[in-house]
Protein backbone atom coordinates (compact mmCIF):
# COMPACT_ATOMS: atom_id res chain seq x y z
CA UNK A 1 0.00 0.00 0.00
CA UNK A 2 1.12 3.71 -1.05
CA UNK A 3 2.05 6.16 1.90
CA UNK A 4 3.77 8.95 1.80
CA UNK A 5 5.74 8.14 4.81
CA UNK A 6 7.44 5.25 3.20
CA UNK A 7 8.55 7.27 0.00
CA UNK A 8 10.14 10.24 1.77
CA UNK A 9 12.01 10.60 4.89
CA UNK A 10 12.03 13.45 6.91
CA UNK A 11 15.23 14.77 9.02
CA UNK A 12 13.55 15.48 12.29
CA UNK A 13 14.38 19.38 11.47
CA UNK A 14 12.49 19.49 8.19
CA UNK A 15 9.86 17.66 9.68
CA UNK A 16 9.24 20.39 12.26
CA UNK A 17 9.22 22.75 8.99
CA UNK A 18 6.62 20.49 7.32
CA UNK A 19 4.48 20.13 10.63
CA UNK A 20 4.50 24.12 10.54
CA UNK A 21 3.21 24.43 6.99
CA UNK A 22 0.91 21.47 7.84
CA UNK A 23 -0.27 24.23 10.70
CA UNK A 24 -0.49 27.27 8.42
CA UNK A 25 -2.65 25.21 6.19
CA UNK A 26 -4.85 24.42 8.99
CA UNK A 27 -5.61 27.70 9.32
CA UNK A 28 -5.89 28.42 5.67
CA UNK A 29 -8.59 25.80 5.82
CA UNK A 30 -10.72 27.01 8.68
CA UNK A 31 -10.59 30.81 7.02
CA UNK A 32 -11.47 28.81 3.95
CA UNK A 33 -14.70 27.74 5.65
CA UNK A 34 -16.27 30.77 7.21
CA UNK A 35 -15.31 32.39 3.47
CA UNK A 36 -17.04 29.49 1.55
CA UNK A 37 -20.14 30.22 3.13
CA UNK A 38 -20.28 34.09 2.13
CA UNK A 39 -18.38 34.16 -0.99
CA UNK A 40 -20.13 35.01 -4.33
CA UNK A 41 -18.30 31.83 -5.93
CA UNK A 42 -19.14 29.20 -3.26
CA UNK A 43 -17.28 26.52 -5.32
CA UNK A 44 -14.05 27.98 -6.06
CA UNK A 45 -14.08 28.77 -1.91
CA UNK A 46 -15.02 25.18 -1.26
CA UNK A 47 -12.15 23.91 -4.10
CA UNK A 48 -9.78 25.81 -2.33
CA UNK A 49 -10.57 24.57 1.24
CA UNK A 50 -11.08 21.23 0.63
CA UNK A 51 -7.13 21.01 -1.17
CA UNK A 52 -6.11 23.23 2.15
CA UNK A 53 -7.35 20.22 4.22
CA UNK A 54 -6.29 17.06 2.26
CA UNK A 55 -3.27 19.09 2.46
CA UNK A 56 -2.80 19.89 5.76
CA UNK A 57 -3.55 16.27 6.39
CA UNK A 58 -0.76 14.88 4.03
CA UNK A 59 1.94 16.88 5.28
CA UNK A 60 1.27 16.17 8.95
CA UNK A 61 1.12 12.15 8.04
CA UNK A 62 4.28 13.18 6.39
CA UNK A 63 6.12 15.09 9.52
CA UNK A 64 4.91 12.36 11.66
CA UNK A 65 7.59 9.60 10.73
CA UNK A 66 10.26 10.80 12.71
CA UNK A 67 8.85 12.79 15.19
CA UNK A 68 6.59 11.51 18.00
CA UNK A 69 2.52 11.38 17.38
CA UNK A 70 1.20 12.80 20.23
CA UNK A 71 3.43 16.02 20.14
CA UNK A 72 2.98 16.14 16.73
CA UNK A 73 -0.99 16.17 16.42
CA UNK A 74 -0.50 18.66 19.54
CA UNK A 75 1.52 21.49 17.46
CA UNK A 76 -0.87 20.76 14.96
CA UNK A 77 -3.41 21.39 16.22
CA UNK A 78 -2.23 24.13 18.91
CA UNK A 79 -0.94 25.85 15.62
CA UNK A 80 -4.58 25.55 13.83
CA UNK A 81 -6.33 26.39 17.28
CA UNK A 82 -4.25 29.61 18.20
CA UNK A 83 -3.56 30.60 14.70
CA UNK A 84 -7.43 30.22 14.13
CA UNK A 85 -8.01 32.25 17.06
CA UNK A 86 -5.53 34.96 16.13
CA UNK A 87 -6.93 35.63 12.72
CA UNK A 88 -10.46 35.84 13.52
CA UNK A 89 -8.99 38.56 16.06
CA UNK A 90 -6.98 40.93 13.59
CA UNK A 91 -8.63 40.05 10.28
CA UNK A 92 -12.45 39.29 11.15
CA UNK A 93 -12.70 41.64 14.21
CA UNK A 94 -13.25 39.16 16.53
CA UNK A 95 -13.34 39.57 20.19
CA UNK A 96 -9.77 40.27 21.86
CA UNK A 97 -10.48 39.70 25.64
CA UNK A 98 -7.83 38.79 28.10
CA UNK A 99 -9.57 35.91 28.62
CA UNK A 100 -9.56 34.88 25.40
CA UNK A 101 -6.09 35.61 24.98
CA UNK A 102 -4.69 34.29 28.06
CA UNK A 103 -6.88 30.82 26.74
CA UNK A 104 -4.92 31.29 23.72
CA UNK A 105 -1.26 31.44 25.72
CA UNK A 106 -2.61 28.62 27.77
CA UNK A 107 -2.61 26.15 24.81
CA UNK A 108 0.46 27.29 23.80
CA UNK A 109 1.84 26.52 27.40
CA UNK A 110 0.49 23.30 27.20
CA UNK A 111 2.05 22.35 23.74
CA UNK A 112 5.57 24.14 25.45
CA UNK A 113 5.13 21.38 27.99
CA UNK A 114 4.77 18.47 25.55
CA UNK A 115 7.69 19.19 24.01
CA UNK A 116 9.92 19.62 27.29
CA UNK A 117 8.58 16.62 28.06
CA UNK A 118 9.40 14.15 25.25
Request: glycine share 10%.
Amino acid sequence: MFSPTTVFSLSPLLAWAVLLLAGLLEIGWALGLKSAAASSRPALMWSVTLAAMAASVGLLALALKPLPLGLAYAVWTAIGIAGTALVGIFLLGESASPLRLCSIGLILAGVAGLKLSA
